[in-house]
């Protein structure tokens, strides 16, 4: 494919009409508003573009300091159509000692978001992990499962209210299974089992009606048992009503998976697909925890199986939107949270730190470009 014929067939399909095709609904509306700013006249190609030309979503969370930088914001706008802060919605990250939220991180992130035009992820209203829960809510006060309940529908209340209308997706519920297809059973599911899900969802969606809402988890063609809980899990949100409208494959990438394990991973998505779910990759980035030290080698590695994770996954039609979990390897933060055994810095994203694109660009734009039109 080359630069000028996606060029050509890019512009068929404006970023409205692309909201509109990748996250259906309600949220088509909320993204023909956002994207009716002034600021969207500005002209994006790069990966974006020839995303568009597929119908596909394409953009990158991001660290909220790296908004900062005048030289990766203007990378981010020729590369993205949509964004959203890595950490800053986390709920340990908005309210430590209290139950108040502090939203002065994020009302920044979502107001330079908006104004330069793009559409804005919201990572995540649940994590039920003690560690991803605020101090006061693992300090024992919550004392029965209405209490629960209060406080869960008073954090989604108070974010999903505050700015509605202006989140195009919200990861609603994120990694409440394990690898195993077993629930995680953290401490809300302990008080209120799987309510968590019909209570967060409802309160979401009761909030931002025009928001899409997805639940998102770890899930990899290497985990077939996890893909049997997740099935299971998303036929029971649909047999009881529950507003959720997608599923979020994370898409850390680490290791290349079997054919067999790859063909089985086809049938998952068709399966998601059948249940009316739009899938949305949202965390893609190569976890290189076990590729090679050398930084030329274990690039070219890590776009390998970046390629093929996408290109099996795009295979499906459902696959509605792709978005990196970083776009620069200068804001990557996973050499903090998990750091290599062998102490180099981490190379997760298409761009180094430098800015310059390296072999997971390539791999990303021919796997894209590639991709059948949605
Ligand atoms: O930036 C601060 C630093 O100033 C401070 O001194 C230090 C001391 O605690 O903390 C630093 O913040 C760290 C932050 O990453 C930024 O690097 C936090 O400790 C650390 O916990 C946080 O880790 C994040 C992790 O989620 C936990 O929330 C990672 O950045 C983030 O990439 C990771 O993302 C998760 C998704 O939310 C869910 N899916 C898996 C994914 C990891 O692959």
């Keep these: 494919m080359t630069v000028n014929s996606t060029s050509r067939s890019a512009v068929a399909l404006t970023r409205r009409e692309l909201a509109g095709v990748a996250l259906g609904g309600g949220a088509a509306l909320a993204a023909a508003h956002l994207l009716a700013t002034p600021a969207t006249a500005q002209v994006r190609d ?14 990158s969370m991001t660290s909220e300091k790296s908004l900062d930088d005048s030289a990766f914001r203007q990378l981010l706008r020729a590369q993205c159509d949509i964004t959203g802060p890595i950490n800053a919605f986390k709920w340990h ?14 009302d920044r992130f979502v107001s330079i978001a908006r104004k330069s ?11 039920d992990k003690p560690q991803m829960l605020p101090k006061w809510v693992m300090a024992g ?3 029965d499962p209405a209490e629960w ?23 609603v519920v994120n990694e409440a299974l394990k690898f195993n297809g077993r629930p995680v059973n953290g401490p809300f599911a302990q008080a209120l089992g799987e309510r968590i899900f019909d209570i967060a969802f409802d309160a979401a969606h009761s909030n931002d009606p025009r928001a899409t809402l997805i639940y998102n988890d770890y899930v990899m063609p290497e985990y077939p048992r996890m893909q049997d809980g997740i099935l299971a899990l998303l ?3 649909r047999e009881r009503g529950v507003p959720c409208q997608g599923l979020g494959i994370q898409g850390h990438v680490s290791r290349l998976a079997s054919d067999s394990q790859y063909r089985q991973w086809r049938q998952f998505l068709a399966a998601v697909a059948d ?5 949305m990759i949202t965390e893609l980035d190569v976890t290189d925890t076990d590729l090679p030290a050398e930084a030329s080698i274990r690039d070219v590695e890590g776009a390998d199986l970046l390629g093929r994770f996408l290109e099996e996954t795009l295979a499906e039609r459902a696959v509605s939107a792709v978005m990196t979990w970083g776009l620069a390897d200068r804001y990557e933060g996973l050499s903090y949270y998990r750091p290599r055994a062998d102490g180099t810095k981490r190379r997760p994203t298409p761009f180094d730190t430098s800015l310059a694109p390296k072999p997971a660009y390539d791999a990303l734009r021919q796997a894209l470009a590639d991709a059948p039109s949605r």
């Design 275 to 279: 249940l009316g779910l739009r899938i």
């Design 46 to 59: 790069g990966l974006a573009a020839i995303a568009r030309s597929r119908g596909i979503l394409f953009g």
């Design 235 to 237: 036929t029971g949100l």
């Design 141 to 143: 006060s919550l004392r």
């Design 93 to 106: 990250v908005m309210s430590r000692a209290s139950p108040r939220q502090d939203f002065s991180v994020v």
């Design 117 to 127: 035009g793009f559409l804005v992820r919201g990572h995540t209203l649940l994590w």
């Design 149 to 171: 309940e209060q406080a869960l529908r008073a954090r989604i209340d108070q974010v999903c209210g505050r700015f509605a209308g202006q989140i195009a997706i919200w990861d």
